[in-house]
């Protein structure tokens, strides 16, 4: 059966409607993290942004697994309907420093979410530390570091007709013209992937504003990377199709559609896209990851 990845949240920081000057983000939408895996068994559910929130009204049988504790990768899973059903089987997976932190900000004194554990987690089963390498179902998850303040991982997540990577929230290294050491090493991880979300919240100018020329904002050390960088390095490493997600809020519809062409033009390929809230993505090994489409 193949395998399905829906794409329930891709803003990162904040949720938004619009940006500070007003232009619409519906269309690749406003919710934080979160990303749906399946291919006919238990679900995958990777984050639990306030995009999480659409997925399940009734009781379910599935795995959630975070690759931080930041508050838009976690925001979703106090409303989080099947998490309150006692007959729902919810496992939770993060690293042990990340489950404290969630712990935290869920506590039983309701000093930062008004619901306790004993409100809403009848329906979480297990509590867990991820491992390097183990599986859920018919699937296989690897997990692996990121750059990413106060830490962060990675996962791959492979069934028989493909693998999907995710590689969010990551920051490369800073030259954007060049790949380094640490850059390789993400590389390779992102070999044998048919899909991959990389971290592209920022433009270059927004990034490192005098490597390009510009003034304004440094942001490096932020956590986050480049757009056409990281689809690059993706691109360069053999992925099929390549997510560019955790969009900025400052970033609207009119400027990521712009982008998005700008971008498919100087890397002379279509395989590279924006994320869009509420997509669905067939996953399928692609024969040969050099064409162009």
């Known amino acids: 059966m193949t395998t399905e990845i829906k794409v329930l949240g891709t803003r990162g920081s904040v949720t938004t409607t619009r940006t500070k000057s007003g232009e619409p983000t519906r269309l690749?939408?406003?919710d934080t993290?979160?990303?749906?895996?399946?291919?006919?068994?238990?679900?995958?559910?990777?984050?639990?942004?306030?995009?999480?929130?659409?997925?399940?009204?009734?009781?379910?049988?599935?795995?959630?697994?975070?690759?931080?504790?930041?508050?838009?990768?976690?925001a979703g899973l106090g409303d989080f309907t099947p998490a309150y059903i006692p007959v729902s089987d919810i496992e939770i997976r993060a690293s042990p420093e990340h489950l404290e932190s969630i712990a935290?900000?869920?506590?039983?004194?309701?000093?930062?979410?008004?619901?306790?554990?004993?409100d809403f987690m009848k329906?979480?089963?297990r509590i867990a530390p991820i491992e390097k390498r183990w599986s859920y179902g018919d699937l296989e998850i690897e997990s692996f570091p990121l750059n990413h303040?106060?830490?962060?991982?990675?996962?791959l997540i492979s069934g028989e007709d493909g693998r999907v990577g995710i590689f969010a929230d990551h920051e490369h290294e800073r030259d954007l013209k060049?790949?380094?050491?640490?850059?390789?090493?993400?590389?390779?991880?992102?070999?044998?992937?048919?899909?991959a979300f990389v971290d592209g919240a920022y433009l270059p100018q927004e990034y490192d504003p005098k490597q390009v020329g510009y003034e304004g904002v440094l942001r490096v050390g932020w956590g986050h990377g480049v757009d056409i960088k990281a689809a690059r390095m993706a691109l360069e490493a053999g992925v099929g199709r390549v997510y560019i997600t955790h969009h900025?809020?400052?970033?609207?519809?009119?400027?990521m559609l712009n982008r998005e062409r700008e971008i498919r033009k100087?890397?002379?390929?279509?395989?590279?896209?924006?994320?869009?809230?509420?997509?669905?993505?067939?996953?399928?090994p692609i024969l040969n990851a050099n064409f162009n489409v």
């Open 28 to 30: 690749f939408g406003g």
């Open 33 to 74: 993290t979160s990303y749906v895996i399946q291919n006919g068994s238990d679900p995958i559910m990777v984050d639990m942004g306030t995009g999480s929130r659409f997925y399940g009204e009734g009781p379910l049988r599935m795995m959630a697994v975070f690759t931080h504790a930041h508050p838009d990768h976690v």
């Open 104 to 118: 935290l900000q869920y506590d039983a004194a309701g000093q930062v979410f008004p619901a306790g554990p004993n």
């Open 123 to 125: 329906g979480i089963k």
């Open 149 to 155: 303040p106060m830490g962060c991982y990675g996962y």
């Open 178 to 195: 060049k790949i380094g050491p640490e850059d390789s090493a993400i590389m390779k991880k992102m070999e044998g992937c048919d899909v």
């Open 248 to 255: 900025s809020q400052e970033h609207g519809d009119t400027m």
């Open 266 to 284: 100087i890397l002379g390929t279509d395989r590279v896209s924006f994320a869009r809230q509420g997509e669905k993505i067939l996953l399928a």
